[in-house]
């Protein structure tokens, strides 16, 4: 069975710093996607990243990069020049390319503090 | 802009009522599923549907059904509301077909069960 851990429950960072959030995984599966959800306070859960495991180039969202490493089955969060609006629950997600339904499995998600 | 709306934000039963929470998304997705969220344990998923009428248990199905008699409507109950069933819920769909898509979910329901 696939599982997924985030070992930092909570994190803060001062605004304008980089921040990391580690999430490894565990999977016999070779193809694979990988996911950063943040869900700020009391708002919606929305996706920030994702990585297709057979693309070796780290996924880049403006401010939000990845560090994908297949061989370890670790995939952290990177956030530059964080922002108060950054301040939220992170989720890191994984489902099996194999799969048609596309059902996520989450780490129990890091809880990310940016301060001014 | 895809969306997934809930029917309550916030919601109060006593143990033994039977509760029903209605998700609706407006993107003609073919999955929908059903997640709770708990500190310190993440996302769980409880039940999802992959089309009209068709469902399947995730990982914790104890205590709950589900129902999903048209596409953008995925309703789930709670047959005899429990204190353990006191969580935040999170309905999500995406599109189906080809390969996993993007999950998009709603703005959650909190339930407090007394």
């Known amino acids: 069975a696939q599982t997924v851990t985030q070992s930092q429950p909570e994190m803060s960072v001062q605004e304008a710093e980089t921040v990391t959030l580690s999430c490894t995984y565990d999977?016999?599966?070779?193809?694979?996607?990988l996911f950063w959800y943040k869900q700020p306070p009391s708002r919606q859960m929305i996706l920030v990243i994702r990585q297709e495991a057979y693309k070796q180039q780290n996924a880049t969202e403006n401010r939000f990069s990845v560090n994908f490493q297949k061989a370890a089955k670790s995939f952290s969060l990177k956030i530059s020049d964080s922002q108060l609006g950054d301040t939220a629950m992170y989720f890191c997600a994984f489902t099996d390319a194999n799969s048609n339904t596309g059902k996520l499995i989450f780490g129990q998600g890091t809880t990310l503090q940016v301060k001014p | 802009d895809v969306k997934v709306t809930q029917s309550s934000r916030y919601l109060v039963k006593r143990t033994g009522e039977k509760v029903f929470l209605e998700c609706v998304q407006d993107?003609?997705?073919?999955?929908m599923f059903w997640y709770r969220q708990d500190p310190g344990l993440g996302l769980r998923l409880i039940y999802f549907s992959y089309d009209v009428k068709m469902k399947e248990k995730g990982d914790i199905p104890e205590g709950y059904s589900v129902s999903r008699e048209k596409k953008e409507r995925f309703s789930l109950i709670l047959e005899s509301a429990s204190t353990n069933q006191t969580s935040m819920y999170l309905c999500?769909?995406?599109?189906?077909?080809?390969?996993?898509?993007?999950?998009?979910f709603g703005p959650g329901t909190r339930l407090l069960v007394l």
């Open positions: 999500a769909s995406s599109g189906g077909g080809g390969g996993p898509e993007t999950q998009y």
């Open positions: 993107m003609d997705h073919e999955n």
């Open positions: 999977t016999s599966e070779s193809n694979y996607y």
